[in-house]
């Protein structure tokens, strides 16, 4: 893979999550948001940054509040330089501009901070910079980076060999599609956008306001944009691991002398519901990431051939296809109540 271009990363939690800790990062973990309604954001405290994926338009360039001033000297900040890299540069821009105490930002992302801060963003074109934003990350998260693309690439593979290719330029009809990240930095909201000049400021978070009920209306301005029956926008959370945080208030309920007995068991049984919960979907994301990772390019070719043999390749298709459709729906589903 070029410096100049990164593989396709899957807007999941799991995949998030599992970056995340592939850059050596503890701590802390990706969940996706379905609702912005209060509960839903209740849920996710303590929440340390939105990543949020959107149809990129031509019309998305602000013309204010850019932070020009002394502020760039603090906020961590870079300039995309290269491609499909934006979903990568959310997450560390999220991370980096972080300062709870429940993340832990580890060696590899503590050295690229302490690097990186030396550089002007707005010289991001600069060659050692593309270097060293490539082979620094890459040479450490490259079994992740080159997984994720795994399944795209087949699929693109798959497409131009054993399908009849439309003669159209595909480019010219994609959609391009773009990660930011939002992130609470000394009581001001900023927008991380690695297409812009420099973070966009959203104002100031007043006291006793929780931040995401800032970046709330401004995240759903930005889904409002669409026609009505259009998905096309994802948001997630990145948030301290909900684990250590329900076995912490466990911890917190078994020494707390002035609760009942009734309501000490109650609340032990729930938390370790919880607590149950968190270790099957993080072995749902192991047994998922694997799958993503395998090279899965020789099996569907051999069971494409058998399928032709049988007869039975076309009725198959048709089946998986709608079977992805309605799958789909679901999802999309969940994300208009947004």
């Known amino acids: 893979m070029a410096s100049g271009e990164w593989c396709l990363i899957e807007s999941d939690p799991g995949v998030f999550t599992d970056l995340i800790h592939g850059f050596g990062a503890e701590g802390v973990q990706v969940e996706e948001i379905f609702s912005l309604d209060d509960d839903s954001l209740e849920q996710m405290k303590p929440c340390h940054g939105l990543i949020f994926l959107f149809k990129w338009q031509q019309t998305d360039v602000p013309t204010e509040n850019l932070v020009k001033d002394s502020r760039l000297d603090e906020i961590f900040f870079a300039r995309q330089v290269i491609t499909n890299a934006c979903a990568t540069q959310a997450i560390v821009s999220v991370l980096l501009n972080c300062t709870h105490e429940d993340l832990k930002l580890g060696s590899t992302l503590s050295e690229f901070k302490e690097f990186a801060q030396a550089f002007d963003p707005q010289v991001g074109l600069n060659e050692p910079w593309i270097r060293f934003n490539s082979d620094f990350l890459i040479h450490r998260c490259e079994v992740a980076f080159f997984a994720y693309g795994n399944l795209y690439s087949i699929a693109m593979l798959f497409r131009q060999q054993l399908f009849e290719m439309d003669s159209r330029d595909e480019k010219k009809d994609e959609d391009a599609f773009h990660f930011i990240a939002y992130v609470p930095f000394k009581g001001r909201l900023y927008e991380l956008d690695g297409l812009q000049e420099a973070p966009i400021d959203h104002g100031s978070i007043p006291e006793g306001t929780e931040w995401t009920d800032v970046a709330r209306p401004i995240v759903q301005q930005r889904m409002q944009k669409y026609s009505e029956g259009e998905i096309h926008f994802s948001l997630m959370a990145v948030i301290s691991e909900l684990r250590r945080k329900y076995e ?50 020789p099996f569907i070719v051999e069971l494409v051939k058998a399928y032709a043999t049988q007869g039975v390749l076309v009725s198959t298709v048709e089946k998986a296809v709608a079977k992805e459709a309605e799958k789909k729906r679901e999802t999309d589903k969940k994300r208009k109540r947004m």
């Open 248 to 297: 912490r208030e466990l911890e917190r309920v078994l020494n707390d002398s002035a609760m009942t007995d009734d309501e000490r068991n109650a609340k032990t049984s729930h938390l370790s519901m919880l607590i149950q919960e968190e270790e099957r979907k993080r072995e749902v994301y192991r047994t998922e990431n694997l799958r993503r990772r395998h090279n899965w390019l």
